[in-house]
């Protein structure tokens, strides 16, 4: 009688290939031959590598880092860094030795170990052990921020890695800070009591879809950790959750117009209060959360559609686009193109759409001596009493010339220079921060004398259509003067 086994390798292998790789290290544990496939054979690389290509991601070696560099390939020991995918199915014995490992530059099997834990960990997260969230968020990062460039602004969406974090976090469930959705709330509470009920760290409740309780608390997260979900979340955008939860909204305006989270140590603007000028996340997400919601809203309306904006909008629809989302992330980079040898190298120069978002001054004001025992009265956010309002202006940057940068000698600094309707000018400057991030500053007026401030951080990567977002204020930083949001992206064709 036939047997499977009894077929040729390479058959044998596009079997595999067709298989979620959790099952395939499940085949691996049964049968000697598929564990050797799998684990055991010299070349093994080469049939991690093709298990990794058959998966909806982009192939690494494609891909640059957000500010436009390859990605780093060096190949380590599979056993070095590499996650298992799961405990119970892969024997440490299975292991490769290194002196067995084939000439590669990426760790094929690590990499995708990696993976598929971090999507366990998202979909069941009551299986994560202790530690593990910093890894799981790494991953997510890398995948997020590590992405095929395309070569013009206006060209589509490639990246399958976008596609395969947006279908795996759309619901915004991992990303919220509260709780779960009530589907997966109830399916992780079924698990709970099944698997004996409580895991390292984590916390379960029992609860009904009416109770104000979450139904799965995460472990308590590092500062750092809180960061890089913070950061996670920006590049992903608004998902489900947050466009249908009134109260996560209040939250990030609250946050916004807060006066208490600018200051001269952050430079009034969405970097850390403790003088690193390192970028704040957390920041940054009530930043793009409150615009991003306002933008939608400014599309809707002028599609003429006037429904009930907190709870109809759709994420998933092309309907109602929000540029502040990971789809508008990938880097503009010419084919032929190193950034390393261009003085512009964030695409300063061309023409700019300048958005900002204000309360009247007034309601401002009042906010921001609402305080109670610490806390500000955010009831003012709840309704449509006290309106957010958008306005924006389209201007030139000119580069007008750069500055060595001894921290990052391939990014220097770019000074520049901006005019609208021969009126408004603007100076200000392009560098990374401590952090490696884009940081964009500008001060502008009538007339030469500067009143507005504006200090923004690149979203997406370099010269993406993400755009730069962040804090509008005034140069001259009075107790009572005001703050904002504030998003620009360089438009992708000049009209006369």
Known sequence: MA?????????????????????????????????????????????????????????????????????????????????????????????????????????????????????TIVRNPQLSRGGEWKEVLRTLLDLATTLPPVPFAESECTSRNVAWVQRLLQDGAFLDTESMTDDQASHMCEEAVEGGGRSQGIVRYRTGRDSQTPAYQRPELTAEESQMLARLHTWVGLTRRDVTRPQARIASRAFVYDLRNFGHANAFGPLMLDGTMRVDWKCMWALAHAYGMLWIEMEKEEMGDYSDHSMDMDTSSEQYSCPLSLPFCQSVIPPGTSLDMELDWAGVEGLWYVGYSFLDHREFLIYNYSSHNGALDTSIFEDDSVPEMHASVTMYFRVVGVEPDPDHPTRPKINYAGEHDGRFSVAGYVKLTPDHQIRWHFAGGNSDQPVWNCEGIGLGGVRSQAGVLGVWSTVFHDAEDPVGPLWMRRQQFIVD
Request: aromatic share 8%; glycine share 2%.
């Open 3 to 119: 047997r499977i086994i009894d077929l040729p390798l390479e058959l044998l292998e596009y079997i595999l290939y067709m298989l979620d790789p959790l099952d395939v290290s499940r085949i691996a544990q049964s049968n000697r031959l598929f564990r050797r496939i799998v684990y055991l054979t010299p070349n093994y690389q080469r049939f991690w590598r093709g298990l990794y290509l058959a998966e909806s991601l982009d192939d690494p070696r494609d891909t640059v880092t957000y500010l436009g560099n390859p990605r780093l390939r060096t190949m380590s020991s599979a056993t070095s860094s590499a996650m298992t995918i799961e405990d119970s199915q892969i024997d440490a014995s299975c292991a490769n030795l290194a002196s067995s490992v084939e000439s590669c530059d990426i760790d094929w099997q690590g990499e995708l170990q990696r993976i598929i834990r971090a999507r």
